[in-house]
C-alpha cells in the first residue's frame, strides 16, 4: 500500500507509461489510459483558450474563456490524479479474486468483499466519464468561440475527449459484470450507458463541425 | 533547430506534457497528442497479447500473438517518435508564414517556401495515420485471439486508436487547406479521407464488440 502511493504514473515519461502499459502489469490498464487520454483532450482545448486570450478580436469572449481555461485546468489535473486512482483501486480488487473460496464461510466472506472493492473498481471509470463529459462541454465552446487558427486543435480535443469517454465506460461495464448486486450493477450501467448516449454525439458533432470548416 | 532536437517529449512527464500542451506555445499541440493516443492505444493492444502468451489454453495462437506483439512495439515506438517529428515539423512552418510578403519577389520567395514545408508539415500527420491504422488491425486480432480476460484493454485500444487516427486526420486538412498547389492538397485529403473511411468503422466495430461482449 505504501509503496503504491509513492509510486505516481503523473511522474513517469511518455516513453515509460506507453512501456509498461504494453506489458502484462496489471497497472496501469484501459482505466488508467483513458484518464490519461481525457486529461490530454481536456489539455487541449484549453491551449485553444490559451491562444484565444489577449487577442483584440477575441477580447468580447476573454472572460468567457478564461473561467472555461480554469474548469479545464481542475479536470486535466483531477484526470491525471485519476490515473493513479485506477492504479490504487487494482490491488484490493486482485487480491479480493485471490481469496479462498472452498467452504461457505470462505464463500461468504469474498462475497462480502467483492461487493465492496467491484463498487470503488467502478467509482474509478465512472469519475473518468464524468470529467471527460465536463471536459466536452468545455471543448464544444472552446470550438464555437476560440481563436481559429487553434480549431484543428479543437477537433482533436473532441475526438480524445469522446474515446477517453468511451474507454472509461468499458472499465465500468467490466466491474458490474462481476457484481452479485444485479440492481446495483443496472443503476452503474444505466449510468454509463446515460453519459454516453449524451456525450458521445456531442463529441462526434464537435469534430465534425470542425471536419466540415477545414474541408471547406 | 539545435535546441528543438535536444527536446525529446518522450521524456517528458505525463504532467510535464498535458501541462505544456495546454499552453499557447506551439508544441505540442493536436499532432504531437494524437501521436501520444496512438501510441497508448497500441500498447494496449500489446498488453493484451502480453496477457495471452505463456496461457496454455491461448497455446495455439501463441505464435501469431508474438509477432504481432513484435509489430505493435515497433508501432508504439513510431508513434511516440512522431509526437517529436510533428515538432520538428512546426518551427519551419511558423517561420515561413512569418515571411515577407510586400514585393512580387517576396511573394515568390514565400509561395516556393510554404510549398515545401506544408508538405513537410502534412508528412508526419499522414504517418501517424497510416501508424493507427496498422495499430487498429493488430487490435482486432488481439481482441478477437487474445485473452478475455483483457478484452476490455483491446476495447480501449480500438476506441484510442481511433481517435489518433481521426485527430490526425485534422492536422492533414489544416494543411492541405492552405496549400497553393490544389491538384497535390486533394490528393493528400483523399488519401487522409480513405483511410477514415476505412479504419474508423473497423475501429467502432471493435469497440461495439467488446461492449456487447461485456453487457451480455
Known amino acids: 500500500m505504501e509503496e503504491q502511493r509513492e509510486m505516481s504514473f503523473r511522474e513517469t515519461t511518455l516513453n515509460g507509461f506507453v512501456s509498461q502499459l504494453s506489458t502484462k502489469a496489471p497497472v496501469p ?3 488508467g489510459a483513458s484518464a490519461l487520454v481525457g486529461a490530454v483532450g481536456a489539455a487541449l482545448g484549453c491551449m485553444v483558450g490559451s491562444l484565444t486570450v489577449g ?15 480554469d474548469r479545464s485546468l481542475a479536470l486535466q489535473d483531477e484526470l491525471l490524479a485519476l490515473i493513479d486512482g485506477d492504479a490504487e483501486a487494482f490491488a484490493p480488487l ?17 462475497a462480502e468483499v467483492m461487493a465492496v472493492v467491484l463498487r470503488d473498481a467502478c467509482d474509478v471509470p465512472m469519475k473518468i466519464m464524468d470529467a471527460c463529459c465536463r471536459a466536452l462541454e468545455l471543448t464544444k465552446v ?22 477517453a469517454l468511451k ?6 461495464y467490466i466491474n ?41
Chains 1, 2 share one sequence.
Open 55 to 69: 487577442k483584440k478580436r477575441y477580447a468580447a469572449v476573454e472572460p468567457e474563456i478564461r473561467a472555461l481555461m
Open 142 to 163: 472552446f470550438a464555437e468561440k476560440g481563436s481559429v487558427i487553434a480549431v484543428s486543435d479543437a477537433g482533436v480535443s473532441a475526438a480524445l475527449c469522446t474515446a
Open 29 to 31: 490498464g484501459g482505466g
Open 94 to 110: 486482485a487480491a479480493a479474486y485471490a481469496l479462498p473460496s472452498a467452504t461457505e464461510e470462505e464463500k461468504a466472506h469474498k
Open 176 to 216: 458490474t459484470k462481476a457484481m452479485a448486486d444485479r440492481a446495483l450493477a443496472q443503476t452503474l450501467n444505466a449510468q454509463a450507458d446515460a453519459m454516453l448516449a449524451e456525450y458521445v454525439p456531442l463529441g462526434e458533432e464537435i469534430f465534425a463541425l470542425v471536419r466540415a470548416k477545414l474541408n471547406k
Open 167 to 172: 474507454g472509461a465506460s468499458l472499465n465500468v
